[in-house]
């Protein structure tokens, strides 16, 4: 079965705050192997302006997935999250993720539309401070394969 | 923000430093406990080919976030990265214990107003390019 469109601007209740710590923040820029000493050296990230370390560009991932649950897992939706594969991705920053922010996202199901026997939907995360300041807004595209073959002639 | 590169210094064209970045299993177990993508296609290899694919396969965000690094080492500080986006056109096998190998070259597309450019990305593997139209936004000195 096709994904109902009915769905396309629907939004979901902000997620609980995530807290980023610096020591996350090194973790996630050990494992993609990135040596910026803006992301583990206080001092350093300092030197370039920022109050405190601040995270690798693609970080936001860690909150925007996590919220983005709410549409993937949603059973009224009934997504085959099985046969779902990530198509793209983009963020656009108003500052960079730091530490010591508590991030909120809020997701909404920006688009739903068959292609080729595929359902694709396009999730938008917008995450802010706890006290409402905008930092980055992630939008995801996941393809669903040949689950919305019965919707195709 | 302090990024390293002027915008007058930059003209379309300009090439950024290009980088290969080796990929094993063991930096996609690392980035799925760090990134909390636990999916076994990118460490199940029985799992991975159940499912249809020739192997495991690096996670999209893992290329994503080495692809990027040609920029941010370009201007040293990561925030002057505004936007970034790329599309998941193919994937990286990262055969055991191998790995596969990806390549980043980018250069200056186009020179924006308030002193930003945008740069555009050739990410490949083995397999061709494995990213579409990946791209970023950089505001520069």
């Known amino acids: 079965m096709p994904l109902d469109p009915k769905f396309i601007g629907r939004t979901y209740p902000p997620t609980a705050p995530y807290e980023v710590g610096r020591e996350k923040i090194r973790e996630f820029a050990d494992a993609i192997g990135d040596a910026n000493p803006a992301y583990r050296d206080p001092e ?57 922010d ?30 409402g300041e905008h930092v980055v807004t992630a939008h995801s595209t996941l393809a669903a394969r040949g689950t919305a073959a019965e919707g195709e002639a | 923000m302090a990024a390293s590169i002027s915008y007058d210094d930059v003209e379309v064209g300009t090439e950024l430093p290009a980088q290969t970045f080796p990929v094993k299993r063991e930096n996609l177990v690392r980035y799925a406990g ?10 199940n290899q029985r799992f ?3 499912v249809g694919l020739p192997d495991v396969i690096a996670h999209g ?60 990305l050739t990410v490949t593997s083995d397999a061709g390019k494995v990213l579409g139209v990946p791209r970023a936004v950089v505001q520069l000195a």
Request: proline share 6%.
């Open chain 2, 61 to 120: 965000m893992y290329t994503m976030a080495e692809a990027v690094r040609v920029v941010t080492d370009w201007v040293e500080d990561p925030a002057a990265v505004v936007e970034y986006s790329v599309k998941f056109t193919r994937p990286v096998v990262v055969p055991d214990p191998e790995g596969a190998v990806v390549e980043v070259t980018g250069k200056v597309a186009q020179k924006l107003d308030d002193r930003r450019v945008r740069v555009d």
């Open chain 1, 44 to 100: 350093a990230a300092r030197k370039l302006g920022h109050p405190d370390v601040i995270a690798p560009v693609t970080f936001p991932i860690v909150v925007s997935m996590t919220a983005a649950e709410q549409i993937v897992m949603d059973p009224e939706l009934g997504l085959d999250y099985s046969r779902v594969v990530h198509a793209d991705q983009r963020f656009a920053y108003a500052r960079p993720v730091r530490a010591g």
């Open chain 2, 48 to 50: 991975a080919t159940e």
């Open chain 1, 102 to 131: 508590r991030l909120v996202a809020v997701v909404t199901v920006e688009n739903i539309k068959s292609m080729a026997g595929n359902d694709i939907i396009t999730t938008r995360a917008d995450i802010a401070t706890e006290d």
């Open chain 2, 34 to 43: 760090a990134s909390g993508d636990f999916n076994p296609i990118h460490w």
